[in-house]
């Protein structure tokens, strides 16, 4: 360990002869050890390290250890999460990892509408037989952005988005056209689109949109966001790994920031443990 310090910090210390004397080692002992092969195992190590911080900078910090781990043994290189865990911790990286918060559910006052066809039940078999949806806001300078999401349980895909400077029920409508025009849904009323009860999702113009496409309208219980946990996991994923580290100075540069997360990366290429750690059109591939 002496030999390795006074290697990596020999300029600091003065000359050589000097810094040995310090150091409390042999200057001959000293230029034998810079002599040395690195062993295999100093090999494994540092080529780990390397894998691990390029994982962690390709993904921009979002990741933390078990997510690296999955992406290291995609590439073939299996390591364990603990190890995974040391090497972070070592190099000091840290992802941007989740803050759980435990609500207690609102009791259902008498007269309560029981209109939940979902009741937290988000896992489903198939594409195209439950989508979720809410409303979300995004601080620029100019004022706020409202992102209106559409995601399908199934493989957790966002399948319509819409963003606008005005919270109408434009916004919602205009994500759920776009969910349809892409998905191509039946319209035969086998398909749920869960809500949580917002006023652009109450309207009479959203209403109308979803009966003209054969969908079925469920929605959450008021003040009870877990009944809608799909959405406001997305949302909350969004925010803490895009845009709480940015600044917008305008709603233009807010949306090419959030198209770009959602359609290049959230979609295809980030990982979701519920998915069994693979992107939402991995998952689409491989089961639907």
């Given at each position: 360990?002496?030999f390795?310090?006074?290697?990596?910090?020999?300029?600091?210390?003065?000359?050589?002869?000097?810094?040995?004397?310090?150091?409390?080692?042999?200057?001959?002992?000293?230029?034998e050890?810079?002599?040395?092969?690195?062993?295999?195992?100093?090999?494994?190590?540092e080529?780990?390290?390397?894998?691990?911080?390029?994982?962690?900078e390709?993904?921009?910090?979002?990741?933390?250890?078990?997510?690296?781990?999955?992406?290291?043994?995609?590439?073939?290189?299996?390591v364990?999460?603990?190890?995974?865990?040391?090497?972070?911790?070592?190099?000091?990286?840290?992802?941007?990892?989740?803050?759980?918060?435990?609500?207690?559910?609102?009791?259902?006052?008498?007269?309560?509408?029981?209109?939940?066809?979902?009741?937290?039940?988000?896992?489903?078999?198939?594409?195209?037989?439950?989508?979720?949806?809410?409303?979300?806001?995004?601080?620029?300078?100019?004022?706020?952005?409202?992102?209106?999401?559409?995601?399908?349980?199934?493989?957790?895909?966002?399948?319509?988005?819409?963003?606008?400077?005005?919270?109408?029920?434009?916004?919602?409508?205009?994500?759920?056209?776009?969910?349809?025009?892409?998905?191509?849904?039946?319209?035969?009323?086998?398909?749920?689109?869960?809500?949580?009860?917002?006023?652009?999702?109450?309207?009479?113009?959203?209403?109308?949109?979803?009966?003209?496409?054969?969908?079925?309208?469920?929605?959450s219980?008021?003040g009870?966001?877990?009944?809608?946990?799909?959405?406001?996991?997305?949302?909350?994923?969004?925010?803490?790994?895009?845009?709480?580290?940015?600044?917008?100075?305008?709603?233009?540069?807010?949306?090419?920031?959030?198209?770009?997360?959602?359609?290049?990366?959230?979609?295809?290429?980030?990982?979701?443990?519920?998915?069994?750690?693979?992107?939402?059109?991995?998952?689409?591939?491989?089961?639907?």
């Amino acid at each position: 360990m002496r030999f390795e310090f006074l290697k990596e910090h020999r300029g600091e210390i003065g000359p050589i002869k000097k810094a040995c004397g310090l150091m409390k080692v042999s200057k001959s002992g000293f230029y034998e050890y810079l002599g040395r092969k690195k062993s295999d195992a100093q090999i494994e190590r540092e080529a780990i390290e390397g894998f691990v911080v390029e994982a962690f900078e390709r993904h921009k910090g979002r990741y933390g250890y078990r997510r690296i781990n999955r992406e290291l043994r995609k590439s073939g290189i299996v390591v364990s999460e603990k190890r995974v865990l040391r090497i972070m911790q070592k190099l000091g990286l840290a992802g941007k990892g989740a803050t759980r918060k435990h609500r207690i559910q609102k009791k259902v006052e008498p007269g309560d509408p029981r209109l939940n066809l979902v009741e937290r039940a988000f896992t489903v078999g198939e594409r195209n037989r439950l989508w979720v949806g809410d409303i979300t806001y995004i601080p620029t300078r100019e004022g706020w952005l409202y992102l209106a999401a559409v995601i399908d349980a199934f493989s957790r895909k966002v399948v319509g988005w819409s963003m606008s400077e005005r919270i109408t029920e434009k916004v919602a409508i205009d994500a759920m056209e776009q969910a349809v025009g892409r998905e191509g849904p039946p319209d035969d009323g086998s398909l749920v689109f869960h809500d949580d009860q917002g006023a652009q999702y109450t309207s009479r113009s959203f209403q109308r949109c979803l009966d003209s496409h054969g969908i079925v309208q469920s929605v959450s219980r008021p003040g009870t966001p877990l009944d809608n946990a799909v959405a406001e996991s997305f949302f909350k994923t969004l925010k803490r790994e895009l845009v709480k580290e940015r600044s917008y100075g305008t709603r233009d540069e807010a949306k090419q920031d959030i198209f770009k997360y959602i359609e290049l990366y959230y979609n295809r290429v980030r990982m979701h443990s519920t998915l069994g750690y693979m992107s939402p059109v991995e998952y689409e591939r491989q089961y639907a």
